[in-house]
Each structure stands twice: as C-alpha cells, then as structure tokens.
C-alpha cells in the first residue's frame, strides 16, 4: 500500500527552464509534506517542507505547492541549474509526534546543459 | 562540525553471517532512525529510537536488530535471517517531535555474496 507516490521514475529538464516533480498522496490525515534530495551515494538532505495548513512555501528557486483536494503536492524549480540533477524524494507524516516519514519512490531529475 | 557518521560505507557480506553497520551522530538529537533504500523503491523504515534504551520496530524489522546504549549511537546488526540484505542502509537522527526533517548520514551500501 503506498500512501506517498512519485508516478515519474524521472525528468528531464534544459538548464534555466523550469522543473516540475508530482507527488500524490492518499491519506488525508497527513499534516505536513517534505521533500529530500539525493545525491549518489549520499544520504538525502532536506530540502523544503510544507504545512497542510497552507498551499504554498517558497524558498529561493524552490517552491512547493500543496492541493490537498487533489492530494497532490509538486516541487517547481525555477531556474533550473546543473547541481540540482538528483533523486527527489517527497515525504508526509502523519503527526509531529511521530516521527514515522512516509517515502515516495523518488524521481531522478536531470538538468540538460 | 556536528553531523551523522555511518560506517562502513562498503560492506560485503557471506551468506549466512551476521553484520553491523555503525551510526554515530554529534547533534545531541534524542531521535535516531535507519532506513533501507532499493533501486526504484523510496525509503523505508526498519528501526527507530526515540530515546536512550529503547527503540520500535519501522515497517521491515525482520531480519535486523538494534541497540540504543547512548544517545549518539544507534548501530544496526543485519542478520542471517535477513532474506535480501544486499542493500544501501541510511541512518538519520532528528529532535524528536519536530516537523519531520531528519539529517541523513552518508549511507552504508551492504552486498551479500
């Protein structure tokens, strides 16, 4: 049962345009999104989050939005540059109390010169 | 500089033989985890630790066990019983209780031969 779903295994992007990453989730109870990037061979840092109380965090080139109607979160990068080719992973969790993440599958971007 | 540090970070391993894989963090975070990642597949929980002593089983705890003797360790045994071991292993540490960010270390990739 996968509750956090990144439908694109991956991405394909020209430098300087914008990236778009999908996450769909299934479990309304979920009240707070993340994502995480991945580089090879590293572990994932985090990158933005977002509270389900609200439908847009912005953090430099970073944004993410939440349409919870649709359960469905995105990550828009814009401009899009070499060092952000990656795994992305979103994320959600069910309360603050419980630190249990649920994990997408990740999807692997890649920034075209 | 305060961090997560996993080691080995390559492992190989015989069929039939127990391994452990250090994780050791200098960020005073009550919270420790370890995560398993497969090609294709997002991060899945195998063991957390909330506090010194104790710790919960994550969604693949067969196969694994841990200790949490000190607040910066929190190492992971993989065991003969573990049917698929050949795997990249993540730690992560976190304040427990905060919105879900957890520092990952570098990753221990772990081949059975």
């Known amino acids: 049962d996968q509750q956090v779903k990144q439908n694109s295994p991956s991405l394909s992007v020209q430098e300087g345009r914008i990236s778009i990453l999908n996450c769909d989730y299934t479990n309304s109870m979920f009240d707070y999104f993340l994502w995480y990037k991945k580089y090879p061979a590293e572990g994932p840092t985090f990158l933005i989050s977002i509270s389900s109380i609200k439908d847009k965090n912005e953090d430099g080139r970073f944004t993410v939005f939440l349409n919870k109607s649709a359960k469905h979160l995105s990550l828009h990068i814009v401009p899009s540059q070499p060092g952000d080719s990656a795994v992305y992973f979103c994320a959600a969790i069910l309360d603050q109390g419980a630190q249990k993440l649920v994990f997408g599958q990740g999807t692997r971007l890649t920034i075209n010169p | 500089d305060g961090g997560i540090t996993q080691s080995p970070k390559y492992l190989f391993r015989k069929e039939g033989q127990n391994v452990t894989l250090s994780c050791e963090q200098n960020?005073?975070?009550?919270?420790m985890y370890w995560y398993r990642q497969d090609p294709g597949q997002g991060l899945r929980l195998i063991y957390y630790?909330?506090?010194?002593?104790?710790?919960q089983k994550g969604d693949i705890a067969e196969g694994y066990s841990v200790s949490r003797e000190k607040k910066e360790s929190f190492p992971l045994t993989v065991t003969s019983a573990q049917k698929n071991p050949t795997a990249f292993y993540l730690c992560a540490s976190s304040i427990w209780a905060n919105t879900g960010e957890l520092f990952f270390g570098e990753g221990s990739r772990l081949t059975v031969l």
């Open positions: 630790s909330q506090i010194v002593n104790d710790f």
């Open positions: 960020l005073n975070h009550d919270a």
